[in-house]
C-alpha cells in the first residue's frame, strides 16, 4: 500500500509500524523492486520510482538502539499470459500509480501496447512481465527489562 501514499510520509508509516512490533518480533515489509521489468515501465510512462530499500535504511538508522538486525532479500516473481489483451490490461493496471492522473498527455494505449510488445513478448508467443519484491526484515531488539 505504501505505493499509494505519498513517498514523504513513508518514514513516519514505517516507524509506526516498527513500534507496534513486540520486542524481539520481527517487521516484514514487500514492494515491487525498483529495477524489476514492471517498475521499469511504470518508471518509462510515469516517472514514478518507489524503492523500498532506501525507505528501509532510514527506519534502520532512526530507530537503532531499537534495531536487533535486517536484511533485504529480492523474491522473484513474474506475472505470465498467453493472451496479449490480458498482458496490455495487466500493463494498464501496472502503470496506474499515484501522479498518473496528472500526467499530460496520458501515457497513450498504442504506446503501451508496443512497450508491451517489445519488451514482454517472448518467443513462444506468451507475455511475461516480471515482478520481483524487495523483503525487508526487520528484527525488533528484545526489550532489555527482559
Not at 57 to 66: D, K, M
Not at 81 to 107: C, H, Q, S, W, Y
Not at 114 to 127: I, K
Amino acid at each position: 500500500m505504501l505505493y499509494y501514499l505519498p513517498e514523504e510520509e513513508w518514514p513516519g508509516i514505517l516507524d509506526r509500524v516498527f513500534g507496534w512490533t513486540a520486542p524481539g518480533g520481527t517487521l516484514l515489509v514487500l514492494l515491487q523492486d525498483p529495477d524489476n521489468a514492471c517498475m521499469r515501465m511504470v518508471r518509462h510512462f510515469t516517472g514514478a520510482r518507489f524503492d523500498l530499500r532506501t525507505a528501509a535504511r532510514r527506519l534502520v538508522a532512526r530507530q537503532a538502539g531499537r534495531v536487533a538486525d535486517w536484511s533485504v532479500e529480492t523474491v522473484g516473481n513474474a506475472y505470465r499470459t498467453a493472451d496479449p489483451r490480458e498482458a496490455l490490461a495487466t500493463a494498464e493496471f501496472m502503470i496506474n500509480v499515484p501522479g498518473l492522473k496528472d500526467l499530460d498527455p496520458l501515457p497513450s494505449r498504442a504506446g503501451l501496447a508496443a512497450y508491451v510488445d517489445e519488451h514482454f513478448a517472448r518467443p513462444d508467443g506468451t507475455y511475461a512481465i516480471g515482478h520481483a519484491h524487495d523483503v525487508v526484515r526487520i528484527r525488533r531488539a528484545p526489550d532489555p527489562a527482559g
